[in-house]
């Protein structure tokens, strides 16, 4: 059976989890490929509220697999915590699996995540300052530590000790701080490497098995297309590749098991941490929507930067993943506006109108919105589960946007909660 994967269409944020969590009824596994604790998606059912920042959205359901692929960065304290909370929350996660090959995000990475974000002062990216650049860094540099390591306690003092001597190099002589100590990490790791173990095993071999019995995978992309190190707005990404290339690499199968992506596409925008947002909205309607919306961020808590549905970014977004559908997420929150508008172009200052999203970011910078106007809705559509009876200014303005993207609407979200959802098509 062919693979589905859920990926974020702008700046993250979107609702993956909760529409992930939906999807998950019908699969029998659910991967993440890349990111670490960076990302927050939210899950919520009835009463309960979860923010998984490592363990999939589909640990809620006993009979799917949970599987941290080998894309991601782990952080071993941080994902025994999450354990613990949804254990306390009464659920199971004797159906985790973990990478041997994912790499683990070390003190050090955090550290200098840290000092780095300071270092560069008004240049700074805005991170989550959990450790995700320097331990990708590290990866690529050959010399980052994986789970395989982390297991085998010997080898991990062996491996620490090893990476301690360039790492202290970099603090005591570019940072001017103490150097770390290979005891105290090693003290500091080991019970989650005791609990991580039982869990740990060759996933790309176990998804391919899977695929192969012809069962449902589902893939869930952390982050956005819009922060993908290669196709985002670089240097204001993440380290990793959310989109769809990359989901094929992070979970080590080949591109041809894979026969829907869908994009998960907030109802308008959001952003966290720096960079352009050409649709950006800093008046009181942008207070509006982050009030309205409760737009703070799942990890962090910051605000979120909010502004209108930007269609040429959604469209290079529509592009480089080849979505064959969207889910449109947060409807709800825009009931309420008298008109709402969808960036369709970008006006250069010399009056020039870009239909093409720029691939340089100093460009992209300059840029001002061009827009379409549409009228709102005023009514509550948080209990409506068909399309047809949305407010008709509801429905053009989704059709509006499948149209501007040439892709089909396959979900529409109109709530937090698992069954507030309208699905015209299921994509898996
Ligand atoms: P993710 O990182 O893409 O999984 O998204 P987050 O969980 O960080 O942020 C999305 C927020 O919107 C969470 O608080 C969700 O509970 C909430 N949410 C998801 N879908 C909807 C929706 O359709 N309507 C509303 N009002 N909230 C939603
Ligand atoms: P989910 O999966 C929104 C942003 C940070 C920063 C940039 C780099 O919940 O959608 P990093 O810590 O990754 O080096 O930060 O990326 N960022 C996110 N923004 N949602 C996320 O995850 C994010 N993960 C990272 O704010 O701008
Ligand atoms: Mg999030």
Redo the contacts with the bound molecule.
């Keep these: 059976m062919p693979a589905t994967v859920g990926i974020?269409a702008q700046w993250?944020?979107?609702?993956?989890?909760?529409i992930i969590d939906h999807l998950a009824e019908r699969a029998s596994m659910v991967v993440r490929y890349q990111g670490g604790n960076n990302?927050?998606?939210?899950v919520?059912i009835g009463d309960t509220v979860l923010k998984l920042h490592q363990v999939p959205s589909g640990i809620t359901r006993p009979s799917v697999a949970a599987v941290l692929g080998h894309g991601m960065v782990i952080n071993p304290p941080a994902l025994v915590e999450e354990l613990d909370i949804l254990a306390a929350e009464g659920i199971s996660t004797d159906n985790l699996h973990i990478s041997a090959n994912a790499h683990i995000i070390m003190p050090y990475h955090i550290l200098l995540d840290e000092l780095e974000e300071r270092r560069r002062q008004d240049q700074a990216i805005g991170t989550t300052k959990k450790g995700i650049g320097p331990a990708y860094t590290d990866k690529a540099a050959r010399s980052g530590l994986r789970v395989q390591d982390l297991i085998d306690l010997d080898r991990f003092a062996r491996r620490t000790a090893l990476a301690l001597e360039r790492v202290n190099l970099e603090l005591t002589r570019v940072f001017n701080v103490a150097p770390l100590k290979v005891e105290d990490i090693v003290e500091q790791y080991a019970p989650a490497a005791r609990r991580m173990a039982p869990y740990v095993r060759d996933t790309g071999l176990f998804i391919y098995e899977a695929l192969r019995r012809e069962e449902k995978v589902l893939m869930e992309g952390a982050q956005g297309t819009m922060l993908d190190i290669d196709n985002g707005t670089y240097p204001f990404v993440t380290s990793s590749s959310p989109s769809a290339g990359g989901a094929v690499q992070g979970a080590g199968i080949g591109p041809t098991w894979i026969k829907d992506v869908l994009g998960?596409v907030k109802a308008y925008t959001s952003r966290v941490g720096m960079g352009p947002f050409p649709s950006e909205l800093t008046d009181s309607i942008g207070d509006w929507i982050v009030e309205h919306?409760?737009e703070y961020?799942?990890t962090t808590g910051r605000r979120r930067r909010c502004g209108w549905i930007d269609l040429v970014a959604l469209r290079y977004a529509a592009r480089i993943n080849g979505f064959t559908g969207i889910a449109i997420?947060?409807?709800?929150?825009l009931s309420g506006l008298d008109e709402v508008r969808l960036c369709v172009g970008y006006r250069l200052p010399d009056g020039t109108v870009l239909q093409e999203y720029p691939s340089d970011t100093q460009v992209l910078a300059q840029v001002t919105a061009v827009y379409e106007t549409m009228p709102g809705w005023q009514e509550d559509i948080s209990a409506i589960r068909t399309f047809d009876e949305l407010p008709g200014n509801t429905r053009a303005y989704c059709q509006r946007i499948s149209d501007l993207l040439g892709v089909p609407i396959d979900l529409i979200?109109?709530?937090?909660e698992r069954n507030?959802l309208i699905a015209l098509r299921w994509p898996i």
């Design positions: 974020g993250g944020d979107e609702g993956k989890g909760k990302a927050g998606h939210t919520i998960v919306g409760h961020g799942t997420t947060r409807l709800d929150v979200s109109v709530g937090a507030a």
